[in-house]
């Protein structure tokens, strides 16, 4: 490719990016569109994103090749040039990932995790969707969910023990009888409030991975990607970008299908039995995982009703289970991820050993 064909190259792609940049409709027709085009995405594809990441990148290296090649500057020029390339190979290998990736996502969502080769319940339903994130944050709303309603009926179940232990009986101005001298009626209200202060940190850290998920759905292919390639375009920030291309990728595909596949409500349909959810005899043998967690979903979903008459430790049982899933699932398919963020790292250029001490330390 002689020097005229470049510099003619460059020319149609500023020109290009430019008639984009004027298209008249772009405040008016499309802005709801961008507003409210595909949540799963942000707004609007994520290879919308990215392509406007590549055009830049070409800008950048399309300008300083025009004066360069104006001022005859040489090296300049072969840099230009080979920054060029090189955006162009970053783009193509990214854009060709993400789409094989998705591809392969795709398929795993609807033909195993939502389709005949595997079950996700999520509400006590088989849940259908076509994102793994959805997966993940039906699973963690689940959990908010039945925390809120256990809170919820500890509390109105507390407030009658309550009112007892505050009463107080006295004859001529002593004090005769109060209610909290019974040593049932104080076991019964501390219990109630050692529930209740065990549930809040639950419920903040699911809180918490809610919006963490809802960040990664939200932003990871339409910024961290975008940038990663636009970073890719400087040799000072080439690490950074292949770092945050590998940040985008793990996290948004990855990261949401482990913590559905490690959740223990995911269930291969081999596995499943009809009388697998129907058996109430705690004494029968159960195969596999799967087995395991049905059971332990048929022990959380009774005794519901009537708190007046059951104890806390079902309760207390019930936390506990849902304590280890809720603190068990995430960091498992966090540590994974990371791996899988390592060697997509080293893969585009980057160095992740700093960000995997970081990571180390604060586990």
Not at 132 to 143: R, W
Request: net charge negative; with cysteine; hydrophobic share 50%.
């Amino acid at each position: 490719m002689n020097k005229k064909t470049v510099f003619v190259l460059v020319l149609i792609l500023v020109f290009a990016s430019l008639c984009f940049a004027q298209y008249e409709d772009i405040g008016r027709v499309n802005q709801t569109y961008l507003q409210e085009g595909m949540p799963a995405y942000g707004g609007v594809p994520w290879i919308v994103y990215g392509i406007i990441a590549v055009v830049i990148a070409f800008m950048i290296s399309g300008i300083v090749y025009i004066i360069a090649y104006a001022l005859d500057m040489e090296n300049i020029k072969r840099w230009a040039q080979a920054e060029l390339f090189q955006a162009a190979a970053s783009a193509v290998l990214v854009i060709l990932l993400i789409f094989l990736l998705d591809t392969a996502v795709q398929y795993t969502t609807i033909n195993i995790l939502g389709g005949k080769g595997a079950k996700v319940l999520c509400a006590g339903k088989i849940m259908n969707a076509t994102e793994p994130i959805e997966f993940a944050k039906c699973k963690v709303q689940e959990k908010i969910t039945i925390l809120d309603e256990m809170y919820e009926e500890v509390y109105e179940n507390n407030l009658g023990y309550e009112r007892a232990g505050a009463k107080c009986w006295s004859v001529f101005g002593i004090t005769v009888r109060c209610g909290d001298w019974s040593s049932d009626l104080r076991e019964r209200i501390g219990q109630a409030h050692l529930l209740g202060n065990r549930i809040i940190p639950v419920l903040t850290f699911l809180h918490a991975e809610w919006v963490v998920l809802d960040y990664i759905a939200a932003t990871m292919l339409v910024m961290f990607l975008p940038l990663g390639i636009l970073f890719r375009i400087f040799p000072y920030t080439r690490g950074v970008g292949g770092l945050l291309i590998a940040i985008a990728v793990g996290f948004y595909f990855i990261f949401p299908i482990l913590s559905v596949m490690i959740d223990p409500s995911y269930t291969r349909q081999a596995l499943i039995t009809p009388e697998l959810y129907e058996m109430e005899d705690m004494e029968e043998c159960y195969v596999g995982f799967s087995g395991t967690i049905a059971l332990m979903t048929n022990f959380l979903e009774i005794d519901q009703g009537g708190l007046g008459t059951i104890s806390y430790r079902a309760f207390a049982n019930r936390l506990s289970y849902l304590t280890i899933e809720a603190f068990y699932i995430p960091f498992m398919a966090l540590a994974v991820t990371l791996i899988f963020i390592r060697i997509l790292a080293l893969l585009f250029g980057a160095e992740p050993s700093s960000m995997m001490r970081l990571v180390s330390k604060v586990g």
